[in-house]
């Protein structure tokens, strides 16, 4: 049982999640606040309760994953909002799956909207504010010192078993994923794991019968009810089970 005494020493504060020490030097709590960024930080927001969702669908999600033998950075959900996790050292990629094209892919290039990417696209961006995280090539990720090529490989055929998974965990759930954001580290054997979140801050969720938006593309396009989205896909993907676990921890 974790107690408030083991909130240590904030590590890090990102745009919209917390990582604070715990007394386990390989453990850390991960705290999902309320912010919101978009356009590379440039439009803010502060959405109440958003924090909350986040949390439950990344747990939820990372449960998944973990029973279907992806390894993650998820421990438990401590209380709603806060993760137990493994303590990781982040690499500085993001990775991208593309199963629809949409988003910056087609201001990039001659897709058509909404074609179907079939196999799937992986894309690196390098996690670089200063540099408004440039898409790479294997050949740049390594001569930058961020990942060796077996270490891509490796990232690349766990990102791939990732989409398979979530698409067709959500599927079930009515949802189609479209695309995501995925961060991994490592542990301190130098495993790759699966860290940061899943939810919909960092994925295209399609309502998949009508398309419609479930993600943070409603706070990027303007929508003025976008905390309404964020709970009708927390309802959609977590649940009351799932909380009355987590709660009776
Ligand atoms: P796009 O490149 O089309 O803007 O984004 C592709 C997918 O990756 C979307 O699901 C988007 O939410 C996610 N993504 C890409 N870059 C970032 C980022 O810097 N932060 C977050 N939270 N998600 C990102």
């Not at 759930?173 to 961060?183: A, R």
């Not at 976008?226 to 309802?235: F, G, K, L, P």
């Amino acid at each position: 049982m974790i107690k408030m005494s083991d909130w240590k020493n904030l590590l890090y504060a990102g745009k919209a999640k917390d990582v604070y020490e715990t007394d386990k030097e390989d453990e850390v709590i991960v705290t999902f606040r309320d912010d919101i960024t978009a356009g590379d930080g440039e439009k803010k927001d502060n959405l109440q309760g958003k924090g909350n969702c986040n949390s439950l669908i990344s747990s939820k999600l990372f449960e998944i994953l973990e029973s279907n033998g992806v390894k993650t950075q998820y421990i438990d959900l401590i209380k709603t909002g806060s993760m137990l996790s493994k303590k990781l050292e982040m690499i500085p990629l993001e990775v991208i799956a593309r199963n629809i094209a949409t988003g910056s892919l087609l201001k990039r290039f001659p897709f058509k909207e909404n074609q179907k990417l079939d196999p799937p696209i992986i894309q690196m961006d390098y996690k670089n504010d200063e540099y408004h995280d440039p898409m790479l090539n294997d050949e740049i990720t390594i001569s930058l010192g961020l990942a060796t090529q077996e270490e891509l490989d490796e990232i690349k055929s766990i990102t791939l078993k990732i989409n398979e998974i979530l698409s067709k965990f959500l599927k079930e759930k009515d949802i189609l994923l479209v695309d995501f954001k995925l961060e991994f580290g490592k542990d301190s054997k130098g495993n790759i794991v699966l860290g940061d979140e899943i939810s919909p801050d960092t994925c295209r969720y399609w309502d998949i019968h009508t398309l419609e938006t479930l993600d943070k593309d409603s706070f990027r396009q303007g929508k003025d009810n976008v905390m309404d989205i964020y709970e009708q896909v927390c309802s959609m993907i977590v649940d009351e089970e799932d909380i009355k676990r987590w709660n009776s921890d």
